[in-house]
């Protein structure tokens, strides 16, 4: 029941503009246990117009978060990071998106970009990546959703078109998060 309160409560986060909370969800689960199934109800619900998906390595690059101007939420379907030299640069623009920073973005072919990211950041991976920052600040801006049960080789393969059915109903649930909030 925690863990529902937790989507729930994020799912609502990331239906309003405001960014003030910082925070950053993190679902960690085994293979086939419902992370995928996840993000696409709530770009549904966000609107895939408002939904970039960057990779995790991709915010360390020049212009890894250019796709991300004026979006509302990143979804970062498979993190990975292993011992990537851009770590530190990765952790840095995190800590900024998600603390509402000012921010110069370089474009391509176009002068750079400088305002403030409304962009919430919802991480599936297998398994947390080791993020090395010495100050704290990362992890008090993670909610950590800890999936446990894999699905894999009994999936339901249309669970994702029945919720996305559901999606009137979906945005009151996450709605519904926002109110303890």
Request: charged share 25%.
């Amino acid at each position: 029941s925690d863990a529902v309160a937790v989507l729930q409560d994020f799912f609502g986060l990331a239906l309003v503009p405001d960014t003030c909370d910082q925070k950053i969800l993190f679902i960690v689960g085994p293979k086939r246990s419902g992370k995928g199934t996840m993000a696409r109800v709530l770009e549904a619900l966000v609107g895939r117009d408002n939904v970039r998906g960057p990779t995790l390595s991709s915010l360390g690059t020049n212009f890894g978060l250019e796709p991300l101007i004026g979006r509302s939420l990143a979804i970062i379907a498979d993190a990975r990071l292993g011992g990537r030299p851009e770590l530190s640069v990765i952790i840095e623009r995190l800590l900024s998106i998600s603390g509402g920073d000012t921010l110069t973005i370089d474009r391509k072919y176009m002068p750079a970009w400088s305002g403030r990211l409304p962009t919430r950041f919802a991480i599936l991976t297998n398994e947390l990546p080791r993020f090395a920052d010495s100050s704290g600040a990362l992890p008090s801006r993670l909610i950590v959703l800890t999936l446990t049960r894999s699905f894999y080789g009994r999936e339901e393969l249309v669970l994702a078109d029945r919720l996305l059915d559901e999606l009137p109903g979906n945005l009151a649930w996450g709605m519904e998060g926002l109110d303890p909030l």
